[in-house]
């Protein structure tokens, strides 16, 4: 390992994020994409991200497939979305956040019919609305929705959003793209048609590709249904399968045998619950620490989620983040702006190569480098 170079700082940002030695270990090396050897390790990257869809629940496992597809989270997303609607359908997007309007953003490009349900970038998802709506317009054909809205860090409710979705017979989407891997989901439960993730989030793989679980049944009806040849999720997956793993166009290999051994390293870690203990304890050591230094939360604990959190630059006239950042930058944390339109933000994530030692460490970076506080001291003295 040591003939690699130490990372200039550690990522505290929701994707790419800091990987362990070893993940980057597995990418020097060349592999060719059509050989044998390589194309067993896709198929079982799909057998292994099916069953982690899955927990302990082998009985599922013929129902439900993966799909890999290049590109950054978002070109699965619209994969998904302009793969699976036929011309007669409807999408309803359930949006608090940048990455809801996204999906409704793409079907719109896409000319598929799409309602965008907005509840404003810190509102909650109101279910009893949700449930109205489908009850008037009957023809809604999907829904759509963020697990883990990282604009904000909050975490919607799936497990009580799927229940009102299913009875008004519509299929469900969830972009689960920062919170896969890191809190167990099982997809059969939540009874989820499509869910969508990425390498280079919880699993703790490099960006350049993405991944969809699909219910089986489901995708075997969307054939000829999408709007884009490279991300047509029915194709996409009858390649993988009738070629036993072969991408249909150039695959991202140094990518792949990453996530190969970023999913031997879950593995080894005990699982996602373990993960999302590790990612729980290094989220409290995260917010116990900015509250004690005088920083607050955009949100309330309850709708937070364990992967990323907002809090509200300090209002003091000689604090600027560009400022903040680059110190932090020079102490080795890379933090993340803010996306929130109406709230002065910034944000921090906590998933990756991140354990609670490195929050600790975070916290006492910033408490030495709050200066606006420092000179408020000083012409308080
Ligand atoms: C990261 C992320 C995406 C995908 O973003 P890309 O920049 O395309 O990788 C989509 N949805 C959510 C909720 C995300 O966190």
Redesign the pocket.
């Known amino acids: 390992m040591s003939q690699l170079p130490d990372n200039p700082y550690l990522l505290l940002t ?2 790419p994020l800091s990987t362990s030695p070893t993940v980057r270990q597995a990418m020097m090396k060349d592999w060719c994409t059509w050989d044998d050897e390589y194309n067993q390790l896709v198929q079982s990257i799909r057998a292994r991200l099916v069953e982690l869809a899955l927990p302990e629940r082998p009985e599922c496992f013929d129902q439900y497939v993966s799909v890999l597809i290049q590109g ?4 699965s ?1 619209e994969s998904v979305i302009g793969s699976v609607i036929p011309t007669q359908g409807k999408l309803l997007v359930l949006a608090n956040g940048h ?1 809801g309007q ?1 999906i409704a953003q793409i079907a719109s490009v896409l000319n598929i019919d799409c309602h965008l349900m907005d509840f404003g970038e810190t509102g909650a998802i109101d279910l009893d609305a949700l449930d109205r709506l489908l009850a008037e317009d009957l023809s809604f054909s999907h829904v759509a929705v ?1 697990h ?3 604009t904000t860090g909050r975490l919607n409710p799936i497990e009580r959003i799927a229940p009102i979705v299913k009875k008004h017979k519509c299929d469900f989407i969830v ?1 689960a ?2 919170s896969f891997g890191g809190v167990t989901m099982d997809v059969a439960a939540l009874e989820i048609d499509f869910l969508v993730s ?1 390498a ?2 919880c699993i703790q793989g490099v ?1 350049g590709f ?1 991944f969809i679980i699909a219910n089986r049944n489901k995708l075997n009806d969307c054939q000829g249904l999408a709007r884009s040849v490279s991300l047509d999720l029915y194709d996409q997956w009858q390649g993988m399968k009738n070629g036993n793993g072969k991408w249909r166009f150039t695959s991202p290999t140094h990518t792949v045998r990453a996530f190969d051994q970023a999913l031997k390293e879950l593995y080894e870690e005990g699982g996602i619950n373990l993960r999302y203990q590790r990612y729980a304890e290094n989220h409290s050591i995260l917010v116990e620490g900015m509250r004690s230094l005088g920083f607050s939360t955009l949100l309330d604990d309850a709708s937070q989620s364990p992967f990323i959190t907002t809090f509200f630059n300090p209002e003091h006239a000689d604090y600027n983040f560009k400022a903040f950042y680059l110190r932090l930058k020079e102490a080795g944390f890379v933090i993340y702006p803010g996306k929130v339109s109406d709230a002065d933000c910034f944000r921090i994530g906590n998933i990756g190569h991140v354990f609670p030692e490195d929050m600790a460490r975070l916290i006492s970076a910033i408490e030495q480098n709050c200066y606006w506080q420092k000179s408020s001291d000083l012409t308080t003295a």
């Open positions: 929701p994707g950054s989270g978002t070109a997303v990455y996204r963020v883990c809205e990282t972009d793209m920062s990425s280079n989030k960006p993405g």
